[in-house]
């Protein structure tokens, strides 16, 4: 076996940069997420897989825990004092929500399991209804497959067509090639805002101007935006926003589907249920108003509330202070890991957020996950659920480091030291 | 690698860090009569198993295809250990070495894993076993000469 030094890892609790340029007290932050006091392997965690999920403070899990404790009961139809509790909480909740991506009423907040079932929900809502034979839906070559598998059965279901917008080999969407795609059969544009795969960020006001300009309207796939900068979807003037709770560190379970109320008042019901109800007889079924009609039957309770919760905590620290802090350790990491003989960084566009995607020669990015894994330092290894992306590139799946508020310089050393452990172990 | 990292040195071991950077019989032999695709749809790992059946018995057998060095490795070691053996003698193995990676071991005399054993590390990394396997189940299907394609999900 050869015989590698091994990486010499800081304890990142302990690291040299507590505060950060942006002005975040880091040794604070970390100690609001008991989870990042684990060991693995008998070594600090250092947890660079936020793209998939991240991970929770103590206020989400004790909003959890505060819920069921002291509140539960359902929603919307006891006179009792815990449903009173609940309901309460639960539409505060909502508010949040509303404030955090400023919408323009709650109503336009529909709570729903993750940005997957947001997606679907208007691909068989809005998308049944206006999504005819010949006509065409519009995505872009980096959309995760949550972005893709829906329209591909909205498409099949009516003879319909779905477009890709491509991308460039820095992963930049095709801004010229995307203008030229809307047409007077496009019914809908899907795109992500920043690839899960690449960390592209998509210049959406530009994308949807384009789509305006040929009235058609724009779902947003927002999952790997909201836990790194402000999103203000007024300001985007976006038609459909759709996030998961748990990668903006709350709880699994629970997301959110914003959309224009005129367009969510002018679409039929998803599911059927309780809740979303006016008045059933056997006859006929009159359904509630918005948000409601979207939310049948009883829903994620203290999913909603706990993720009131996370955003609140983000909010406190600062958007815009998260969104420098993870800018700096983005470009931090992207210089330390790019300088590291046999690296290929995949994704290399001008605007980047959260995610570092890279090959190694040599080295499987699966045996690199499991060597870095020995070290405690998970990352993310395959394709990421976005095989076309990978496609693209010619690759079948990188190693992906992604980033949160709770990371650090000192953990970036660790991933290069890592990093250039197993090039040495396939050398 | 260093001590401390035993696991990691177990899974990792110098005969499997050898065959997965040399595959032997990484080919695709003119003459095969029967072969099979395998897929790992998680990691995006492909493998084409090629044998060349002479009656019952395996006469010839190569693989291509790309993944981790888990996967390359037991893909090439199990071309080693199957040359001239039979389609039962083939199954028996692939018993044995599942167990093996899985942590189910049969008693040791009983075995006839021989080199295979080196895979014995795979055991205390459960996400690796579909690497470790993915060549075997490929190459069952290349036995019963099935067109589509296997995959570990």
């Known amino acids: 076996m050869t015989t590698i030094a091994q990486p010499v890892l800081h304890d990142p609790r302990l690291g040299a940069s507590r505060k950060s340029t942006s002005g975040l007290d880091l040794v604070k932050i970390r100690a609001d997420f008991p989870i990042l006091a684990e060991r693995i392997n008998g070594k600090p965690l250092i947890y660079l897989d936020n793209g998939a999920t991240s991970q929770k403070p103590q206020v989400v899990l004790d909003a959890i825990a505060n819920y069921y404790t002291h509140m539960n009961a359902n929603i919307h139809r006891g006179v009792h004092a815990l449903s009173v509790r609940a309901t309460e909480a639960h539409d505060a909740a909502r508010q949040t929500v509303r404030k955090f991506l400023n919408a323009a009423d709650t109503r336009e907040i529909i709570f729903v399991r993750g940005a997957t079932e947001a997606i679907n929900l208007v691909a068989q809502t809005y998308g049944r209804v206006h999504v005819g034979a010949g006509d065409e839906v519009l995505i872009t070559a980096m959309e995760h497959h949550s972005n893709i598998v829906p329209w591909q059965i909205l498409c099949e279901e009516k003879g319909a067509h779905l477009k890709v917008a491509p991308i460039n080999d820095r992963g930049e969407l095709m801004l010229d090639e995307f203008a030229r795609l809307v047409g007077s059969r496009t019914k809908i544009v899907a795109v992500t805002h920043v690839s899960n795969a690449l960390g592209t960020v998509v210049p959406l006001r530009q994308v949807i101007d384009i789509a305006h300009r040929g009235d058609v309207p724009v779902l947003v796939d927002g999952a790997q935006a909201v836990p790194h900068f402000a999103v203000d ?30 367009l969510l008042n002018a679409m039929p019901p998803y599911q059927g249920g309780g809740d979303m109800i006016s008045s059933v007889t056997f006859a006929k079924t009159t359904y509630n108003d918005l948000p409601f009609k979207f939310e049948a039957g009883t829903p994620d309770i203290a999913g909603a509330i706990a993720l009131g919760a996370a955003l609140n905590y983000i909010t406190n620290l600062g958007m815009d202070k998260i969104a420098a802090h993870e800018s700096e350790l983005l470009a931090y990491a992207t210089e330390a890991v790019g300088a590291i003989p046999g690296i290929r960084l995949i994704g290399t566009a001008f605007d980047r957020a959260g995610v570092l995607s890279f090959v190694l020669d040599h080295v499987h990015p699966h045996d690199l996950g499991t060597i870095l894994d020995r070290e405690g330092i998970a990352i993310r290894t395959g394709h990421h659920c976005a095989q076309p992306v990978m496609e693209r590139f010619g690759i079948a799946g990188t190693a992906r480091a992604s980033f949160a508020v709770y990371n650090t310089k000192e953990e970036v050393d660790a991933l290069v030291a890592g990093i250039r452990a197993a090039r040495e172990v396939f050398a | 690698m260093s001590t401390g990292n035993g696991e990691l040195s177990d899974l990792y071991q110098e005969v499997i860090l050898e065959h997965s950077k040399a595959p032997r019989n990484f080919r695709k032999p003119a003459e095969a009569n029967q072969h099979a695709e395998g897929y790992n749809p998680l990691c995006g790992d492909r493998c084409t198993v090629y044998i060349n059946m002479d009656g019952d018995a395996i006469r010839d057998i190569a693989f291509q295809g790309s993944g981790c060095a888990i996967s390359r490795a037991s893909a090439s070691m199990m071309t080693q250990i199957l040359k001239g053996k039979t389609k039962a003698e083939a199954a028996k193995l692939f018993e044995e070495f599942h167990g093996l990676v899985t942590g189910k071991e049969a008693p040791p005399e009983t075995q006839d894993l021989g080199k295979l054993k080196v895979f014995s590390g795979v055991s205390k990394f459960p996400a690796r076993v579909k690497c470790a396997t993915l060549a075997w189940h490929t190459l069952q299907s290349a036995l019963e000469n099935k067109d589509t394609p296997v995959s570990t999900e």
């Open chain 1, 233 to 262: 979807v007024q300001a985007l003037d976006c038609d459909f926003y759709a996030f998961s709770g748990h990668k903006v560190y709350g709880p699994t379970g629970i997301g959110v589907l914003y959309g224009k109320r005129a």
